[in-house]
């Protein structure tokens, strides 16, 4: 069983940053893929960003490439999203995802293929 915590979000004005935490429970937490996904209102979950178990691969969307970054540090069972030049479009509720069991190299992308999640953290960016 897998415990996935956020925290970090808040309201931020255009052009600004946040990092966003997400603490995870259990004892293999190295061994999971890691995402982070977003959701606004009336539109789908999308991922953002993730990284593979090592902290050697990851993929941004394109929306936000350049601008967020994903990292992890195992020994603390954490993963982040640094978020920086905010947009009022990246205003979403923020949700943490592990995945247990990954086909290949690079990590999952699509909702489907993570097994646990956070409880969200809302990220609001003012103009």
């Known amino acids: 069983q897998v415990q996935l915590v956020e925290s970090g979000g808040g309201l931020v004005q255009a052009g600004g940053s946040l990092r966003l935490s997400c603490a995870a429970s259990?004892?293999?937490?190295?061994?999971?893929?890691m995402g982070w996904f977003r959701q606004a209102p009336g539109k789908e979950r999308d991922i953002v960003a993730a990284?593979?178990?090592?902290?050697?691969?990851?993929y941004a969307a394109d929306s936000v490439k350049g601008r967020f970054t994903i990292s992890r540090d195992n020994a603390k069972n954490t993963v982040y999203l640094q978020m920086n030049s905010l947009k009022p479009e990246d205003t979403a509720v923020y949700y943490c995802?592990?995945?247990?069991?990954?086909?290949?190299?690079?990590?999952?992308?699509?909702?489907?293929?993570?097994?646990?999640w956070g409880q969200g953290t809302q990220v609001s960016v003012s103009s």
């Open positions: 990284i593979n178990w090592r902290g050697d691969i990851t």
């Open positions: 259990g004892r293999s937490f190295s061994s999971y893929a």
């Open positions: 995802a592990a995945a247990t069991r990954t086909p290949g190299l690079l990590p999952p992308r699509y909702q489907y293929e993570y097994d646990y």
